[in-house]
Nanobody, 114 residues
Framework: QVQLVESGGGLVQPGGSLRLSCAAS????????MSWYRQGPGKERELVAS????????NYADSVKGRFTISRDNAKDTVYLQMNSLKPDDTAVYYC???????WGQGTQVTVSS
């Protein structure tokens, strides 16, 4: 059974930090590039960051460059998104995505508000 389970979301003040995790199971995690997407209220889903299967290559949306870091631990079948200097515009449901297999997690809510 394929599962991508996100965790780590919550309410944070502007300027704060959160670390999202996405635990994978039911498929060969190490074979797939992984991505984080987000969908804010009234907005379309957008790509936030991606990482190659080996972790050697990463890409970021311009809106998060320098603030967010994607990483992965293939021994733990987990991908992470470290989010620093959070802004209200970062408020969204964040989803992880297994690129090779087109699998999606259920999402985790991130709310940035004072």
């Amino acid at each position: 059974q394929v599962q991508l389970v996100e965790s780590g979301g919550g309410l944070v003040q502007p300027g704060g930090s959160l670390r999202l995790s996405c635990a994978a199971s039911g498929f060969t995690f190490g074979y797939s590039a992984m991505s984080w997407y987000r969908q804010g209220p009234g907005k379309e889903r957008e790509l936030v960051a991606s990482i190659s299967s080996t972790g050697t290559t990463t890409n970021y949306a311009d809106s998060v460059k320098g603030r967010f870091t994607i990483s992965r631990d293939n021994a733990k079948d987990t991908v992470y998104l470290q989010m620093n200097s959070l802004k209200p515009d970062d408020t969204a449901v964040y989803y992880c995505h297994a690129v090779r297999y087109d699998y999606w997690g259920q999402g985790t809510q991130v709310t940035v508000s004072s």
